[in-house]
């Protein structure tokens, strides 16, 4: 699900609580070494998110938050702000020449560049998240 939130809206704010959960308290973001990225670059989106980046020549941002049970994707566009909220059950992060994620069938690429290689740490915090949430539901008998 992805929403305008270039301006506050309560509404937004309850589907994005329900979606992805309540955000980290700040006791637990400290000892979690924080729980949002450096902003990366957007090299490229699946066809179903062209709307959400300057079809111009301009730099498009965006930068990650996370959730109890998922991320929050924030892009830029110029004065707009978009949010992308990814459960962590849809959520998958592909590692080739540069960094994707998926889900709900659409698609973000960030550029591999010295703002990327600043969030591996973040990266591998957010993929230890998700097999944490995803330890909860965990039906192997052990």
């Known amino acids: 699900m992805i929403l305008d939130t270039t301006y506050y809206n309560k509404e937004h704010n309850r589907l994005l609580r329900d979606m992805v959960g309540t955000s980290f308290s700040l006791l637990e973001a400290f000892k979690l070494k924080g729980v949002g990225s450096k902003r990366m670059i957007?090299?490229?989106?699946?066809?179903n998110l062209q709307q959400y980046i300057s079809t111009k020549s301009g730099i498009d941002y965006a930068n990650i938050e996370l959730r109890r049970e998922g991320i929050l994707l924030f892009i830029n566009k110029g004065l707009q702000n978009?949010?992308?909220a990814i459960?962590?059950?849809h959520l998958v992060v592909f590692k080739t020449n540069s960094t994707s994620i998926h889900a709900q069938g659409k698609f973000i690429r960030f550029k591999n560049?010295?703002?990327l290689k600043e969030n591996r740490?973040?990266?591998r915090k957010m993929i230890?998240?998700?097999?944490?949430?995803?330890?909860q539901y965990n039906f192997q008998p052990t």
């Open 113 to 115: 560049n010295t703002m």
């Open 42 to 47: 957007i090299e490229d989106v699946s066809p």
């Open 128 to 135: 230890e998240e998700k097999v944490r949430y995803e330890d």
């Open 82 to 84: 978009f949010t992308w």
């Open 87 to 89: 459960p962590y059950y």
């Open 121 to 123: 740490k973040f990266f």
